[in-house]
């Protein structure tokens, strides 16, 4: 219990450290470090989103990169994702696509990502999950494996129900 209080305490207080100190070895400022309210238990964006290339994506983004279950989890909890985001954001000093990036990875798969971090701490070079797996060729090739196992299942289960597999 007291392990659990001084750890949430620890976790609570990156909120009053300054945006340049918090997980980044340089002194660029972020343009959209979220902010903690200790009163409401939540994160907030301290500047609206940005237009551009440093702009977030949205739902199917979160698909292409990550697969159904970040997407899924985007969807029915939003604003449990998007306080996500925000701590990740807080707590590495990154922009918010590249912690998008990050928590998708996260949802998709926890002990991969983690796995990941682990690598880029001992020196692995760092993977951008907010870019990955968006070239159109990625995203052509796996829609069309998708249709082919959406095709193969919807066909099995119509088989099934018409008797065709039973004696």
Same mark, same amino acid.
């Given at each position: ?60 983004? *979160?698909? &292409?990169? %990550? @697969?159904?279950?970040?997407? +899924? ?5 939003? /604003? ?61 090739? *796996?829609? &069309?494996? %998708? @249709?082919?196992?959406?095709? +193969? ?5 119509? /088989? ?8």
């Amino acid at each position: 219990m007291m392990i659990c209080l001084l750890i949430t305490k620890l976790e609570s207080s990156i909120a009053f450290t300054t945006p340049k100190t918090i997980g980044r070895s340089s002194n660029i400022p972020l343009k959209m470090a979220p902010k903690f309210d200790p009163l409401e238990q939540r994160w907030y964006p301290t500047e609206p989103e940005v237009e551009g290339a440093d702009a977030s994506y949205g739902p199917l983004g *979160s698909l &292409i990169r %990550a @697969g159904p279950k970040a997407f +899924f989890m985007r969807v029915i909890t939003p /604003d449990q994702y998007d306080q996500a985001v925000l701590k990740y954001m807080a707590k590495e000093g990154c922009e918010r696509q590249e912690a998008q990036g990050n928590m998708d990875a996260f949802f998709e798969n926890p002990n991969d990502w983690q796995y990941q971090k682990l690598q880029e701490k001992k020196g692995a070079p760092k993977f951008d999950y907010g870019t990955a797996n968006t070239s159109p060729k990625q995203v052509t090739l *796996s829609a &069309i494996w %998708a @249709g082919i196992v959406i095709l +193969f299942f919807s066909t099995f289960i119509q /088989d099934v129900l018409a008797g065709k597999y039973s004696r």
